[in-house]
């Protein structure tokens, strides 16, 4: 997948939010601010300067109705446009701490408010820059402030030790919530964006599907009439003496070959007909591999039952999420693979199994257990040759899609390290590299019909 598309555009995730979602969260904001400082000067008798909280407060109100005229409400924030926003309110809600009292007002715990939204919706750097002016202004309302009275002259202060603690939480859960909020959203996105790519990588196999099934359709009805062209100039051919006619019934009968020999080629990769819903494991598994088989690599199929198991194989739905999934694991050991990977193909009664084996350096140990998870870093191996893989990106985008594609038709997959120590013959003991297993129960894929099989009916005409 390439990581230009537009659903991996990371430089514009900022622009997401929308101008109409801050006006309305800053409107209760301030709300709550106006009501905050009326209470406490009417309820609880303080000695504010109603003027100047007066004069802080409208300036918040001023910053949140000149934007909805000067821009549409469905407009969406850049990135310069968000800090400025963000920063704005910081000195905002650090003005009215100074003159309510700074760090011995309970309300200073909303600083955490916007550093919270510029980890979920803004880069690494201004996130980084909004937390370090948080922090710093919280130490200065801490040391700086205009103290916190009554009308009476009572001054509501916390002892020091209780307000370093106060200091020392709000400095914490800045860096704590910053981190967090960031952590959490990224690993969203990159699962969203990832979820995008699979998507995308389902519909394209489901369009070729599609396609070859067209084809197919358009092989196996024209099949009928083009026998009966070839048969009819045949008996033309014995019956006509003249030479230019005989001539004209070769032609027809050599285009009507033509025509059946293109339609047979088009028609090898097509099988979405009816009666190719299903087919054989190992040739599903087959197909699958086929693209990737003339790489230079040698695929190695071992294809047998279980101890005690039937021997013929297993039908098994020919759908596009499992031919897509096993196709990327067979790409990933033949980009990695020194020379051979092996395919080992077993069944049993309740189960199917399809391993993937390789020789080559395996899997990183340190993102073994994160196998499947999108957008990894470090993926490729430091023993490879510069330009043995070209075009992988390292991003493990491959291995997560086929993870999706097939944990979707039932599957569950394991990633392991190693070669097989008990192998009888010593071709198998070279499987050193990585070795992913797929195992189905043979209820979430079969496509076996037992007892008579039933009518299957006309081909069904495929709309796009």
């Not at 230009?4 to 995730?13: D, G, I, L, S």
């Not at 202004?137 to 603690?165: E, S």
């Not at 045949?234 to 001539?247: G, N, P, V």
Request: proline share 6%.
């Amino acid at each position: 997948m390439d990581e230009a598309h537009p659903a991996f555009a990371q430089p514009h995730r900022s622009n997401w939010v929308r101008l109409r979602t801050l006006v309305y969260l800053r409107s209760i904001a301030v709300a709550g601010q106006m009501a905050a400082i009326l209470v406490g000067q009417y309820a609880f008798d303080l000695d504010l300067d109603l003027g100047w909280c007066a004069l802080a407060v409208g300036a918040a109100v001023i910053s949140n109705i000149v934007p909805l005229f000067v821009f549409p409400e469905n407009r969406r924030l850049s990135e310069r446009e968000m800090v400025a926003l963000l920063l704005f309110d910081i000195t905002q809600l650090t003005v009215l701490l100074f003159l309510t009292g700074g760090l011995h007002n309970p309300f200073a715990l909303l600083i955490l408010a916007p550093v919270t939204i510029s980890a979920t919706a803004l880069h690494l750097r201004s996130t980084v820059l909004i937390s370090a002016v948080a922090m710093v202004v919280m130490t200065l309302v801490a040391r700086w402030h205009i103290p916190l009275a009554t009308t009476d002259g009572f001054v509501m202060k916390m002892p020091p030790d209780f307000v370093f603690g106060f200091w020392a939480a709000i400095l914490i859960g800045i860096v704590f919530l910053a981190a967090y909020a960031r952590r959490v959203t990224s690993e969203v996105n990159a699962m969203a964006d990832a979820l995008v790519a699979t998507q995308l990588a389902l519909s394209r196999e489901q369009k070729l599907t599609d396609l070859g099934g067209v084809v197919a359709a358009a092989a196996h009805e024209l099949g009928t009439p083009l026998a009966t062209i070839k048969l009819v100039s045949t008996e033309l051919i014995d019956e006509l003496s003249d030479s230019a006619l005989k001539a004209d019934a070769e032609l027809i009968r050599e285009q009507a070959d033509r025509c059946r020999d293109i339609l047979r080629s088009m028609g090898r990769a097509g099988k979405d007909d009816l009666h190719l819903r299903t087919a054989p494991v190992a040739s599903v598994v087959q197909e699958a591999a086929e693209p990737h088989g003339h790489r230079g690599k040698t695929l190695v199929y071992d294809i047998a039952p279980r101890p005690g198991a039937a021997a013929k194989q297993p039908e098994i739905q020919r759908r596009p999420e499992i031919i897509h999934g096993l196709r990327n694991l067979v790409q990933n050991a033949v980009d990695f693979a020194a020379s051979t990977v092996w395919i080992d193909i077993r069944w049993s009664g309740e189960q199917i199994m399809v391993r993937i084996a390789d020789d080559g350096p395996g899997y990183p140990p340190n993102l073994l257990p994160r196998l499947g998870d999108p957008f990894l870093r470090g993926r490729s191996d430091p023993g490879l040759a510069p330009g043995s893989r070209p075009g992988y990106e390292g991003m493990g985008l491959g291995l997560f899609i086929a993870k999706t594609l097939l944990e979707r038709s039932g599957a569950e997959l394991s990633f392991a390290n190693g070669h097989d120590a008990v192998a009888a013959d010593e071709s198998r003991r070279m499987r050193c590299g990585a070795i992913v297993e797929t195992l189905w129960s043979r209820s979430d894929i079969s496509g076996d019909r037992p007892g008579r099989r039933p009518v299957l009916g006309r081909n069904r005409q495929i709309v796009d």
